[in-house]
């Protein structure tokens, strides 16, 4: 079905699917919908290499993505492996290695998303996809009958974002959003975010120092800032450490918006008073720093939805699909996108439009059933530490019991056995199971 084409209005380039943006989400569902056999094109407005403003930190849950893509992380490669989380607060320091299971690989890694989504990106062309850097996707183009999106309109643009040529159309029956929190797709679609649901705003930034080599992930759990009065408070979320092993770590801060110093918080002047009281072997300093602190927004616990309308299917940060425990959305963004693979590729194996469409609408009850229930807990959570009292709590009495933190580390990074497993499994399941799918 692929090829290009006269169109009244110029060429034409035609696909089964056509996946906005080639971060990790798009990146998958293009290598799998490849793999599945289906002529896929993957848009992406910028070109690869690219800085992507993130943490770099990857759980075993997304290690067990990179694993079932078939993508290789050797050591040799510059895949910096961690053997679990260390957590810093209340005045403690807590090792807590990532648990042993049949369904998660017992380690994390580190990778910086200027190599990890160029690394994704080639894996999906190398299984067929078609990637088209450097195009931008304006919007949507819609059947006059149905209303249903049939295509996209973009503009293909230089490094700096600057149109270079005409206006590009792409038609497909069937457009996955991957376009990232914006989602400016989704909009365009009448689908703006829902503000029920709990967003993060996160920043980070990198410094040379001799902990670039840490094998740990570390989360420091007591961030503060001062509320209107001049009195101190304790900010909902955590500052991060890891080490990318290049001699630079990435430090950064997640901060939730269910309190009420949302939005009064200067996050960078928090993470530059917070590195300050580290010790000064560790080199975090205005001096070390090897690029400037950036920052984006964390949407979570399915802020937009239907995650599948009228042709268009939204897989990670464009489905709002962050986890609002820990603000991880790299294995999420290619686990929907491998999830979403599967129900399309079941929906063009259909004959006629309407079995198609019938596959298509199974989609977001997918996606709910695999995060719904676990997400609607996060939400319960994000509420909870919103309130700096809880959080305070939560540090100086959570801290020092171990049996419960590591029970708190699976259920935070969504760790648990899927079928069997201990007592902790198997109550975090029926949690899970029992709330409402979000
Ligand atoms: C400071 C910070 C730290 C974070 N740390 C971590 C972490 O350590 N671990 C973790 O798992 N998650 C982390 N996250 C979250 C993570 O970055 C996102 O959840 C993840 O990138 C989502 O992937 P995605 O593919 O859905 O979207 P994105 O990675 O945002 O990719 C979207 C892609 O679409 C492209 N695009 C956008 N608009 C258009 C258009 N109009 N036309 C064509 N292309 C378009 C973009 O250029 C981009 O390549 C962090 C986020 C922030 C802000």
């Not at 997304?62 to 260390?86: F, M, Q, S, Y």
């Not at 009064?264 to 580290?278: F, N, T």
């Not at 995650?307 to 940060?317: N, P, Q, T």
Request: net charge neutral; hydrophobic share 40%; with cysteine.
């Amino acid at each position: 079905m692929n090829g290009t084409g006269g169109d009244a209005g110029g060429a034409v380039e035609t696909a089964d699917v056509i996946v906005v943006g080639a971060g990790p989400g798009g990146s998958a569902t293009a290598a799998y919908l490849a793999m599945a056999g289906l002529d896929v094109l993957l848009l992406e407005k910028t070109a690869f290499p690219r800085e992507k403003v993130c943490g770099d930190g990857l759980t075993p849950r997304a290690v067990r993505e990179l694993i079932t893509l078939g993508v290789p992380t050797p050591e040799e490669d510059g895949w910096i492996k961690n053997h679990g989380l260390r957590i810093i607060g209340g005045g403690m320091r807590l090792s807590l290695p990532w648990p042993d299971l049949a369904s998660f690989p017992p380690y994390g890694l580190v990778r910086t998303r200027q190599d990890f989504d160029d690394i994704l990106a080639r894996h999906a062309v190398k299984h067929g996809a078609r990637l088209r850097e450097r195009t931008n996707v304006t919007g949507p183009v819609l059947d006059d009958r149905t209303g249903a999106i049939v295509g996209v309109k973009a503009k293909l643009v230089d490094d700096d974002g600057r149109a270079t040529g005409a206006e590009v159309t792409f038609r497909a029956p069937l457009v996955v959003a991957a376009d990232g929190n914006s989602s400016r797709l989704s909009l365009s679609m009448d689908r703006p975010k829902r503000d029920d649901r709990p967003m993060g705003v996160a920043v980070r930034t990198y410094y040379t120092s001799p902990r670039h080599d840490d094998d740990y992930l570390e989360s420091w759990l007591e961030l503060w800032s001062t509320n209107d009065a001049g009195e101190k408070i304790l900010l909902p979320g955590y500052g991060w450490i890891f080490g990318v092993g290049d001699g630079t770590s990435n430090v950064g801060l997640g901060i939730l918006n269910t309190s009420k110093a949302f939005g009064k918080v200067d996050y960078k002047d928090v993470l530059q008073r917070w590195v300050q009281s580290m010790p000064e072997e560790w080199t975090y300093n205005e001096s070390t720093m090897t690029g400037p602190v950036r920052g984006a927004a964390l949407p979570m616990g399915f802020n937009r939805q239907p995650h599948y309308d009228r042709g268009l299917l939204l897989v990670g940060d464009a489905g709002g699909m962050v986890n609002p425990f820990n603000g991880e959305g790299i294995a999420y963004a290619m686990e929907s996108g491998r999830l979403a693979a599967d129900v399309i590729a079941q929906a063009f194996a259909r004959q006629g439009d309407a079995g198609r469409e019938r596959v298509l609408q199974s989609y977001p009850r997918v996606m709910k059933d695999a995060l719904g229930g676990y997400y609607t807990l996060g939400r319960g959570f994000a509420r909870m530490i919103g309130n700096p009292e809880v959080m305070r709590l939560a540090v100086k009495y959570g801290l020092p019991r171990t049996t419960m933190m590591r029970f708190l580390l699976k259920v935070m990074a969504n760790l648990a056995e899927p079928h069997g497993g201990d007592a902790s499994d198997r109550l975090i399941n029926a949690l899970s199971k029992m709330a409402p799918a979000a």
